[in-house]
């Protein structure tokens, strides 16, 4: 059964500071990864898709990285803001039938410190 | 498009009662999931629905829980009868096919608190 974990469930960095957010999951036979954000009191906004047989992606000051072979993805945030406090998930996809199904992270609950 | 509806918002409730979910998916999404989502376990998948077909209801935890897709615009998550665990956060989702990668749209959530 895939498991999937990211750790540090919280983090509070200084507005302007880069930061990483990690996702380690134990199967590595996923279809994709994808990041997600969630705001208090609201639904998950998708921010970045990462196909199993890429290694990046990019979005403004966005940047995800996924290393399969190790189960590993992070989340590079570039000159953060307070507008970027929020709850980070990724999620992964499985490879085989039923590839429809999502397994999410516990999430990351980020604050940026003005 | 007003993007995935849910409704109520909140719902509070007491145990043994019937609890009803609503959701509305984005015109032309052929699949629709539902979601728990709770501190201790996190985002959890319960059901979902492909041109308004149950395709995997593993999640479902119980009996007491039920869903139905009547037509491509509408779908409840129904909890027969309520217990205090089952209070969470209550997310529908939809996308335009199950493709990989195809992205999920997620509705606002209904928070559910059973006493």
């Known amino acids: 059964k895939q498991e999937v974990t990211q750790i540090p469930a919280a983090l509070s960095v200084p507005e302007g500071e880069n930061l990483v957010l990690n996702c380690s999951f134990t199967?590595?036979?996923?279809?994709?990864l994808q990041w997600f954000r969630q705001d208090p009191g609201k639904g998950l906004t998708s921010l970045l898709l990462i196909q199993s047989s890429q290694r990046e992606q990019t979005s403004g000051r966005l940047n995800a990285s996924l290393d399969k072979s190790s189960g590993r993805s992070t989340l590079y945030i570039a000159a953060s803001q307070p507008g970027d406090s929020a709850t980070y998930l990724c999620a992964v996809r499985p490879i085989n039938f039923g590839n429809e199904k999502l397994t999410f992270g516990t999430g990351t609950r980020l604050t940026i410190i003005p | 498009d007003a993007g995935v509806i849910q409704s109520p918002r909140h719902e509070v409730t007491e145990m043994g009662q019937e609890v009803t979910l609503r959701c509305k998916p984005i015109s032309g999404h052929d699949y629709l999931f539902w979601y728990r989502q709770t501190m201790m376990r996190g985002l959890e998948l319960l059901i979902y629905?492909?041109?308004?077909?149950?395709?995997?209801d593993s999640g479902m935890p119980e009996d007491r829980f039920s869903a139905k897709m009547p037509n491509a615009s509408f779908s409840t998550l129904k909890i027969q009868p309520s217990e205090p665990r089952d209070s969470a956060v209550y997310f529908c989702?939809?996308?335009?096919?199950?493709?990989?990668?195809?992205?999920?749209?997620f509705g606002p959530g209904t928070r559910l608190t059973v006493l």
């Open positions: 629905f492909n041109n308004n077909v149950p395709i995997d």
């Open positions: 989702a939809s996308s335009r096919t199950g493709q990989g990668t195809d992205t999920q749209y």
């Open positions: 199967d590595s036979a996923i279809y994709n």
